[in-house]
């Protein structure tokens, strides 16, 4: 017997026969095995896909500067209809089910609204009702603020909330079941030579998920790094004579020393570039003639930082005449205006000539521990590119990171062309 968490994304959950197969994969999980004793199970769910985007439609027509406080009790709705449908399916197979909505839990939150951080769950009431043979049904996304008001995680927040119970309950695995069988070298719907992993370490995957591999959301993957909590990737679009969840078919998240032994046991192969992410939500701004001296790009970067605006890559072009020069940087595209805004107001301080934006920019990044240790990946990144006429804006890096600013037109190929030029294509 084992305790297990089950998590289901929004295609996964898109309306009645998808979550009655949804029932069906966790009334096979919780089934008794052989040893007789089934598995204890908590399921976290999404809204069904595209509500979350209705719903924040409906707030920002209501208000373009709504209070985020009010969007969260909105656009967290869409969790608490899955979970109360899947519990009632659940007991309509015979199964006994019930919802913990968040602040039943309560999964208590800290910081802002619209992207709250979990900061504690109580697991005791849950891992009871779960010894006692009950299936937990758990809303994602949402939690409930020291003040008692409802918050939600950032979009893509689900997973978090997953991983988060699995830590709190203290499960031997968390089963994040999506739309695709596994985390794959590169998104398989870009490319169809994209090659499924057995496994990818922690490390990895919280690179690959922060530089736009949408699969798992960044801060899941570092929470079951820091937990040490065992997440598996898989598909829940199966039929009962697949593979069950627990000869693992899907793809592991595991640490370097797991890692390094499914490369000695033959089951990994050691690549230099494991995967390979693309993100077009980023922004370029450019502000030109600022002067070439100390403190100049403290003053522009400070303001932003105090906005909490991440900044991501950053260039300072050679100086020009007059000791002046152009400063490049990216931020997210939502946080376009109000950069723009807050550079404004500071002009007279920072003393630049404009502001130029554009948001038809994509981030493409290669992601390999390998490269810790081999020289050449960044070369062949800007040789393959090159050769395809692929222009690169800006460079970032990190140690197992290679990052370049392209057209947003050009993802696709650019993409492709990389994913060919580091030997990842599956065989036909
Ligand atoms: P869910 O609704 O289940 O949370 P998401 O849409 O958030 O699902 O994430 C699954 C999607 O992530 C896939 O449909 C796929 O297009 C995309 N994706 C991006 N990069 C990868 C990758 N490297 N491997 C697998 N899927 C990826
Ligand atoms: N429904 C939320 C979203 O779309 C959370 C999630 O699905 O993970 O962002
Ligand atoms: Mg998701």
Redesign the pocket.
């Known amino acids: 017997m084992a305790r297990i968490v089950m998590k289901f ?4 959950m898109a309306g009645t026969e998808r979550i009655r197969r949804v029932a069906g994969l966790v009334r096979r999980q919780a089934a008794p095995k052989e040893d007789g004793a089934g598995d204890e199970v908590a399921v976290v769910v ?1 809204a069904m ?1 595209g509500e979350t985007d209705r719903l924040v439609n409906f707030c920002r027509e209501a208000n373009a500067s709504y209070d985020p406080a009010e969007y969260d009790v909105v656009v967290s709705s869409g969790e608490q209809v899955t979970s109360g449908l899947l519990a009632i399916t659940l007991q309509g197979l015979g199964c006994r089910a019930r919802s913990w909505l968040g602040w039943q839990l309560p999964i208590r939150t800290a910081e802002a609204h619209a992207k709250a951080r979990i900061a504690a769950i109580d697991g005791a009431a849950l891992g009871a009702a779960m010894a006692a043979g009950e299936i937990a049904v758990i809303p994602g996304f949402q939690g409930v603020s020291d003040e008692g008001r409802v918050t939600t995680l950032g979009r ?1 927040g ?2 978090t909330s997953a991983v988060a119970i699995a830590a709190a309950v203290g499960a031997d695995r968390c089963d994040i079941y ?3 069988d ?8 870009i490319v169809a030579k994209a090659r499924k992993l057995k496994a990818v370490t922690y490390e990895e995957m919280l690179e ?1 998920a922060s530089v736009g ?3 798992l959301q960044t801060r899941s993957v570092g929470l079951a790094m820091k937990e040490g909590v065992r997440v598996q990737v898989l598909s829940s679009f199966t039929s009962d004579e697949d593979a069950a969840a627990d000869t693992l078919p899907g793809t592991l998240i595991v640490s370097e020393e797991e890692m390094n032994r499914l490369v000695e046991d033959g089951t990994m192969e050691r690549q230099l570039v494991t ?1 390979i ?1 693309h993100d077009k939500n980023e922004a370029k701004l450019i502000l030109t003639r600022v002067p070439d001296r100390p403190g100049a790009v403290a003053h522009i970067f400070a303001p932003l930082a105090a906005a909490h605006i991440n900044v991501d890559m950053i260039i300072q072009n050679v100086g020009r005449d007059k000791g002046e020069t152009d400063v490049t940087f990216t931020v997210p595209q939502s946080d376009l205006p109000r950069a723009q805004a807050l550079l404004e107001d500071k002009r007279e301080e920072i003393g630049f000539g404009r502001i130029i934006s554009d948001s038809r920019i994509a981030k493409i990044s290669v992601v390999g521990v390998g490269m810790k240790s081999h020289a050449g990946v960044a070369a062949t990144m800007f040789r393959a590119l090159a050769d395809r006429g692929i222009n690169i804006q800006a460079i970032s890096t990190s140690e197992i990171k290679v990052s370049v600013m392209i057209d947003e037109d050009e993802t696709e190929l650019a993409v492709r062309v990389l994913h060919t030029a580091y030997g990842l294509d599956a065989k036909d």
Do not use: C, E
């Open positions: 994304g929004g295609t996964s999404s896909a893509g689900s997973d999506t739309d695709v596994g985390v794959y070298t590169t998104d398989p719907r690959l591999a949408k699969v995967g992410a």
